[in-house]
C-alpha cells in the first residue's frame, strides 16, 4: 500500500518514541531490580536475564522485525501501568 511522506514520518516518529520509551522503562526496571524495593532478595540471575531478554527484543526492534515491534510496544504499555502501580502503592503505603 501506498503512503504519503507525512505519514511515513509519523510512523517513524512513533517508532523512535516507543523505542526511547522502551529503554527508559527497562532501565527503570532494572533499577528497581537491582535495588530492590520489594521483599525478595537480589537475583543476579534474574536481572542478568532479563537484561538478556530485553537486549534481544531491543536488538530485533532495531531490525524491524514485526513481532519485537509488537513486544516492544507490549513491554511498553506494560511497564507503564506496572510502574505505575507500584508509585500508587509506594505513596498509598498499602
Do not use: P, Q
Not at 522503562?25 to 532494572?30: C, D, F, P, R, S
Not at 534474574?46 to 531491543?58: D, K, M, N, P, T
Amino acid at each position: 500500500m501506498y503512503e504519503f511522506k507525512y505519514e511515513s514520518k509519523k510512523k517513524e516518529k512513533k517508532y523512535k518514541i516507543y523505542l526511547f520509551v522502551f529503554i527508559i522503562t527497562v532501565l527503570i526496571n532494572t533499577f528497581i531490580d537491582i535495588f530492590n524495593l520489594g521483599i525478595e532478595k537480589i537475583s543476579g540471575f534474574r536481572i542478568a536475564s532479563s537484561l538478556l531478554f530485553y537486549g534481544i527484543i531491543l536488538y530485533f526492534g532495531l531490525h524491524r522485525k514485526f513481532w519485537a515491534e509488537f513486544m516492544i510496544r507490549f513491554f511498553v504499555w506494560v511497564n507503564i501501568i506496572l510502574l505505575f502501580i507500584i508509585i500508587t502503592v509506594k505513596i498509598l503505603r498499602l
